[in-house]
């Protein structure tokens, strides 16, 4: 336990900055995780919806310093990698 007052403010902006970050971090991963699963089925409509708030969540979470810019790179290159994939493979069906 902080000793300090300064100590003990520390640890409150600490939590709030923690739980922010964390709701940042979780709805990124969420969208993701929606994007994959619409991708695994097949569905390339709802999977490039998905994936638009997934970019959106992450530049957002890069823009605040919770999440590292190449990090973002790196996780968004991924996914839309993985989903042009699915629309070149939906076309040749087609």
């Known amino acids: 336990m902080p000793n300090t007052r300064s100590a003990k403010k520390r640890l409150r902006q600490n939590e709030k900055r923690r ?29 490039r919806y998905y994936a638009q708030l997934a970019v959106k969540a992450l530049d ?11 990090n973002v790179a790196r996780r968004k290159s991924r ?10 493979s939906v076309q040749q069906e087609a």
Not at 19 to 47: C, H, P, Y
């Open 60 to 70: 957002k979470a890069a823009a605040k310093g919770i999440l590292h810019p190449n």
């Open 19 to 47: 739980l922010r970050n964390r709701w940042f971090r979780g709805r990124a991963k969420t969208f993701i995780k929606k994007s994959r699963q619409a991708m695994d089925q097949g569905d390339v409509e709802q999977a």
């Open 79 to 88: 996914l839309l990698k993985r989903l042009r994939r699915l629309e070149m």
